[in-house]
């Protein structure tokens, strides 16, 4: 499974931005998906996850009621549409694919990731 993030950009505290991934190569509705994302000098932590139907899904607790993660099996693609952004929420987002039926929060459960796609929040 080949996956594509896109979407990143500048905006401004307290924005709504949303990010998407494309997926190619494989069974999209096959695989739970994620997303991770990295700030400079940090470890990537996970964001958000979904379930291979959309019925599930997990939210870290520093997104949680804020950031909304959805997928279209249809369009082969995931979205993570983010509301009232905030300056720690500046990083490199990654999507993830996994062959497991669960929703998991650990990058090593995840089989195949995208490049990555900036998302800078500015005061």
């Known amino acids: 499974v080949q996956l594509q993030a896109s979407g990143g950009g500048l905006v401004q505290v307290g924005a709504s931005h949303s990010v998407f991934c494309a997926a190619s190569?494989?069974?999209?509705?096959?695989?739970?998906m994620g997303w991770f994302r990295q700030a400079p000098g940090k470890e990537r932590e996970f964001v958000a996850a979904i379930s291979f139907s959309g019925g599930s899904t997990r939210y870290s607790d520093s997104v949680k009621g804020r950031f909304t993660i959805s997928r279209d099996n249809a369009k082969n693609t995931v979205y993570l549409q983010t509301n009232s952004l905030k300056p720690e929420d500046t990083a490199v987002y990654y999507c993830?694919?996994?062959?497991?039926?669960?929703?998991?929060?650990?990058?090593?459960?995840?089989?195949?990731w995208g490049q990555g796609t900036q998302v800078t929040v500015s005061s």
């Open positions: 190569g494989g069974t999209f509705s096959s695989y739970g």
């Open positions: 993830a694919a996994t062959p497991r039926g669960l929703v998991p929060a650990f990058p090593a459960l995840y089989d195949y």
